[in-house]
């Protein structure tokens, strides 16, 4: 089975929420430090979600970073929303 898993590697702000929530299971957060881990059920890959500018007002808008493990997370370009 296909899945946007395998070609997506960063989604920002409303994409990256709606992605999380309709697709993404939460596995762990983290409120202290503003992230939140998710696997997808389908490929088994793991994204964290944190919030990059968390001094912007509301504390900006939301990454969704694919994962490899926690130290070896995907960069997120501002080209690729």
């Known amino acids: ?12 702000g409303l994409a990256a929420q709606l992605y999380a929530r309709n697709h993404l299971e939460k596995v762990e957060t983290d409120a202290t430090i503003w992230q939140t881990v998710y696997v997808c059920p389908v490929t088994s890959v793991k994204w ?4 990059p500018h968390s001094e912007a007002h509301g504390g900006g808008e939301p990454q ?16 690729e929303k």
């Open 64 to 79: 969704l970073r694919k994962m490899r493990d926690l130290d070896n997370i995907e960069p997120c370009f501002q080209d």
């Open 1 to 12: 089975m296909k899945c946007e898993c395998e070609k997506i590697t960063c989604l920002s």
């Open 48 to 51: 964290l979600m944190d919030y």
